[in-house]
């Protein structure tokens, strides 16, 4: 598997450190409801198909990645930095 | 049709022409008492113990594919007890007791074999952990001796004690650890199941749970509408999809984990042997080929099918432990999809939904608990309250912290386990 790093380029996946879903993004204020910080630190939707996911490139130039993956087939749609889209 | 050594000398003299199929192939009948969604180790043996412990004959397990065609067909047949925690150590405990009556009980022969499995380790601290893992086995009523490097050495000569990085300095053995026939333990359920009039519904996919009243009431199938007072969710990596269709977020992310076999070779490792400084596992089976595995490949997936990174970490651990293994030319390897908890423990539980169950959470380990999982679901499902062996394996505990199983000590999150 390869993920096309916005800044570095085309690189083996053995570079990148997987962290889970993007919802991780979507972290709920200090003074939220525990059902809220369960929700967001131990539920996931875990769907067969298309997914976006947290990584990060270790190796490479430490970027934080939204990666948009099919679980199926492994094929990865598209990479961004965090930044550059809307967050969750 | 019961089996026993005088009937396999019989039908071997008049040409095997007397074995009957283990099990029927009924249609869905319209009600049961009990449906059980997912016909793997897990599922058929929840079903045995209802009908075996509990009475119940009108049930039904209700399967995709076809029996043990999932996660029970695809592993690495490792069978122990060397849990630390409580919750998991009396689970596990109680399971290999289990398994220890296990053929008897089923009139089947599912190859357990008790050859011990031997964790090495290669540190001052890690050999401190072992004696304290050892001493919780000890404490929950099972066996645990700490060998030393010589000890090990005179059981496992083949190994390489003096690799720089990674010297071994002694192993905790398990002796009644072991293997079995992974898809023996299947069908060996499936027919016990099947004798107490269990109905083993294979290609019967489930597309919808119903509920009414926050009760349940039945699900949909691919072969029409079953209602049933009780359904068990006990559909290891796929969960997540169950468990939606009944309105359900579960603490579960599915990974993939490989495992690989050689080619058979003569014997020649005799036991269950682990790696202490990288996850990598290994025994050979009765046909003599060699099964190993090693870590998860780490990202979410439902592929059934890894990439090469972690098969590169699992040659590399093996021929770090095992010089000889690199004369081995690996035949096969496969990838299964693992339903990852948070604190990498399982969950045996009810749901909000009254009448609705949940068996999830098996990570790596769910073939050596088959049969406690299947006796502790079954004990849930027919008297509603837990079996002391399962009671700890809740769905609550992310929620509130309490009675967390974290035995990697790594913290309960995600992508830890």
């Known amino acids: ?88 | 049709m019961r089996f026993s050594a005088l009937k396999v000398l019989k039908e071997g003299l008049t040409g095997n022409k007397g074995w009957q199929p283990h099990w029927r192939n009924p249609e869905p009948k319209a009600e049961y008492d009990a449906v059980i969604i997912g016909g793997g180790g897990h599922g058929l043996s929840t079903a045995y113990y209802l009908a075996k412990e509990h009475g119940l004959s009108n049930i039904a397990v209700l399967e995709k594919g076809y029996l043990g065609g999932g996660n029970v067909g695809r592993n690495t047949t490792i069978v122990r007890a060397n849990y630390y925690l409580p919750g998991n150590s009396e689970f596990y405990s109680h399971s290999l007791k289990l398994w220890e009556g296990l053929e008897q009980d089923l009139n089947y022969n599912v190859m357990h074999s008790q050859r011990g499995i031997i964790n090495l380790f290669h540190s001052d601290g890690q050999r401190d952990a072992a004696v304290r893992r050892g001493n919780a086995m000890i404490n929950q009523g099972d066996d645990a001796h700490l060998l030393s490097r010589e000890e090990v050495r005179a059981k496992l000569p083949y190994l390489d004690f003096d690799n720089a990085r990674f010297p071994i300095y002694g192993g905790l053995y398990h002796p009644r650890g072991g293997t079995a026939r992974h898809d023996a333990v299947a069908w060996g359920y499936a027919r016990g199941a099947d004798q107490r009039g269990v109905d083993l519904i294979q290609n019967c996919e489930v597309t919808g749970i119903d509920v009414e009243n926050g009760k349940v009431v039945g699900v949909q199938t691919t072969r029409g509408p079953i209602r049933a007072k009780k359904v068990g969710m006990v559909t290891a990596g796929r969960s997540s999809q169950v468990a939606q269709m009944a309105g359900m977020r579960l603490p579960i992310e599915s990974h993939i984990l490989q495992a690989y076999v050689t080619e058979g070779l003569k014997p020649v490792i005799d036991h269950v042997v682990t790696f202490g400084m990288s996850h990598f596992y290994i025994s050979q089976s009765d046909k003599g080929g060699l099964v190993f595995g090693g870590d998860l490949d780490f990202y979410a997936s439902y592929a059934a099918r890894g990439n090469l990174p972690g098969k590169e970490q699992v040659m590399e651990a093996a021929m770090a432990l095992m010089p000889m293994i690199g004369k081995a030319r690996v035949l096969r390897s496969w990838g299964g999809i693992m339903d990852m908890s948070p604190d990498g423990s399982p969950i045996i539980d009810k749901t909000h939904i009254d009448g609705l169950f949940l068996n999830t959470g098996w990570c790596y380990g769910g073939f050596k608990a088959v049969p406690g999982s299947g006796f502790a679901m079954a004990h849930l499902m027919a008297t509603g309250r837990p079996h002391a062996s399962g009671e700890k394996l809740r769905l609550d505990r992310f929620e509130t912290g309490r009675g967390l199983m974290d035995e990697e000590g790594t913290g309960a999150q995600h992508n830890l386990h």
Do not use: K
Not at chain 1, 16 to 38: C, I, K, T, V
Not at chain 1, 43 to 57: I, K, M, S, T
Not at chain 1, 60 to 81: A, E, F, K, P, Q
């Open chain 1, 1 to 88: 598997m390869r993920l096309t790093c916005p800044l570095c380029g085309e690189r083996d996946s053995r570079e990148f450190y997987y962290q889970g879903a993007a919802s991780m993004l979507n972290r709920p204020p200090a003074d939220a409801a525990g059902q809220e910080w369960h929700s967001y630190m131990h539920l996931r939707d875990n769907p067969a198909g298309e997914v976006r996911d947290l990584w990060y490139h270790q190796d490479g130039c430490g970027s934080w990645l939204v990666v948009s993956r099919n679980t199926v087939t492994h094929h990865i749609s598209s990479v961004d930095l965090i930044g550059a889209q809307n967050a969750g």
